[in-house]
């Protein structure tokens, strides 16, 4: 079993940036691949970003050259670097495991989930 706990979101100005932090329980973190999807009001969940255990990532269209995943195994943690935070950027976040060593986009690939953090971008 594997727990993921969120942090770093918030309310933040267009623009602006945010570090997203995914804390992950279990010894075999490394193993997994890691990634963030988001999901904003009345729309479905969709797929941001992905690491695998060699750092090889892989980003949405929508989001490539703002968003930056990184992942510390030392640290059991993931990262996602956001800048140039824009209104449509507005939606909760999650961090997801899955238990192989393919990348995904399909939220359906992942085994375990966050709670989910609030990013809010004001105009």
């Known amino acids: 079993q594997v727990q993921l706990v969120e942090s770093g979101g918030g309310l933040v100005q267009a623009g602006g940036s945010l570090r997203l932090s995914c804390a992950a329980s279990?010894?075999?973190?490394?193993?997994?691949?890691m990634g963030w999807f988001r999901q904003a009001p009345g729309k479905e969940r969709e797929f941001v970003a992905a690491?695998?255990?060699?750092?090889?990532?892989l980003y949405a269209d929508s989001v490539k050259g703002r968003f930056t995943i990184s992942r510390d195994n030392a640290k059991n943690t993931v990262y996602l670097q956001i800048l140039s935070l824009k209104p449509e950027d507005t939606a909760v976040y999650y961090c997801?495991?899955?238990?192989?060593?393919?990348?995904?986009?399909?939220?359906?690939?992942?085994?375990?989930w966050g709670q989910g953090t609030q990013v809010t971008v004001s105009s």
């Open positions: 279990g010894r075999t973190f490394g193993s997994y691949v």
């Open positions: 690491i695998n255990l060699s750092g090889r990532t």
């Open positions: 997801a495991a899955r238990v192989s060593v393919v990348v995904t986009t399909d939220r359906l690939g992942y085994d375990y």
